[in-house]
């Protein structure tokens, strides 16, 4: 049997103190004139699931704590925004395990560009099959879809990412993407490989986006090290270019909250966590590995890895490609598991749709090795 891998990072450092008081802090949001109902009554569990970790007594399948990179997000927000951030984690980490589907994904992961400049040596992008533009993956999202998205989603989903398997600052209209997104999601992410990040697009995140996270992606410090993994790409570049987003957010946005992070895929080339702490603490706020999930030959109708465990994805988080085309993960990069496209259906209506609930049962019944490329994957 394959090992399964567990969603979420290898190895995670911060570079600021995290608040203690946390419960104290949920407690007085539970009193809070914009907190929901349902937003008290997962703050609830949540603090009695830290009155249990108090107490050394074992969490129960209900209970969540927040992780450190989660502490670093809540530490950042409004008491006004504490019940919409933990209703959104609880969904977000819990779901998965509780096999709970409401009527929108806790994240909306959204591909305004599935092409990328670069051709890392652990990426979709080195497959032909993706690149090809005769197979028809390539593309940039149009304004006029992505606008289409954020008015479904607002006020339903706080995750919001911009990423899957291309470069995101490729888009011509990555500024008016933001400007659309400001100030309307607690969870909002953008992944790049900072090689596109002119001064004029770190004025355009740090002005619109004033919540969430930036992710760098790279894991090293060596030059040659990274011309090797992140093929096409310069590491003086990026982390010149890295090293002036700082510089920016000092100068001109400096109560600005968004946090930034280096994460790179853990692989026996890539630099330690230890080095990477030492080099880059100085420029953003965080470091981490993710763990790197073997892709090569999942189409090719090898024996399934024996993992019978469902994925959380099909609980956590729905992906929308550039051309509408939704997908349940990313991992099935060529869109075997498409459930539609939201030309012809909703966020939510996908997200709900017999053909997600079927995959969501077969997982749970302990036939996942009955997908393609699910039999693959060893996430879970």
């Given at each position: ?124 992008q080195v497959d032909s099959q993706l690149t090809d533009k005769n197979h028809g993956h390539m593309g940039l999202m ?111 946005y400096p109560s600005s909250k968004l946090i930034t992070r280096i994460s790179g895929v853990s692989m026996p080339e ?50 929308i490609w550039w051309d509408g085309k939704v997908n349940p993960c990313d991992y099935d990069y060529r869109s075997f ?44």
């Open positions: 049997m394959g090992k399964s891998i567990a969603k979420g990072f290898q190895e995670f450092r911060a570079f600021a103190d995290s608040e203690q008081s946390i419960r104290r802090e949920l407690v007085t949001a539970t009193q809070n004139k914009y907190t929901t109902e349902k937003e008290k009554g997962v703050l609830n569990k949540v603090i009695d699931s830290y009155d249990k970790q108090v107490q050394s007594q074992p969490l129960g399948p209900e209970d969540f704590v927040l992780s450190p990179h989660e502490v670093a997000d809540f530490n950042e927000l409004e008491p006004a925004e504490v019940g919409r951030y933990l209703r959104y984690r609880y969904a977000y980490n819990k779901f998965p395990d509780l096999h709970i589907t409401e009527e929108y994904p806790p994240c909306v992961q959204i591909e305004i560009a599935s092409v990328c400049n670069y051709r890392c040596t652990m990426c979709f149009k304004l006029d879809m992505y606008k289409n998205i954020i008015d479904q989603i607002e006020g339903h989903v706080e995750g919001v990412t911009l990423a899957s398997r291309g470069e995101p600052t490729l888009n011509k209209n990555f500024v008016q993407i933001l400007e659309y997104s400001a100030d309307k999601f607690l969870g909002f992410k953008i992944n790049t490989n900072a090689s596109l990040l002119t001064e004029d697009k770190c004025h355009a995140i740090l002005s619109n986006i004033s919540l969430g996270t930036i992710v760098f992606s790279l894991e090293t410090i060596d030059a040659a090290t990274y011309a090797q993994i992140r093929v096409n790409g310069s590491f003086s570049n990026v982390s010149d270019n890295v090293k002036r987003f700082k510089r920016i957010r000092q100068k001109y890539t630099s330690s966590m230890e080095k990477m702490e030492s080099y880059w603490s100085r420029y953003v706020d965080q470091v981490s590995f993710v763990h790197c999930s073997p892709w090569t030959s999942i189409y090719e109708g090898l024996p399934a890895n024996g993992i019978t465990e469902p994925c959380g994805d099909l609980w956590r988080r729905m992906f598991l498409s459930v539609g496209n939201l030309e012809n259906g909703a966020v939510s209506s996908l997200w709900t749709s017999p053909l997600y609930q079927d995959l969501r049962q077969s997982h749970m019944s302990g036939n996942r090795c009955q997908h393609v490329p699910c039999r693959q994957c060893p996430s879970v």
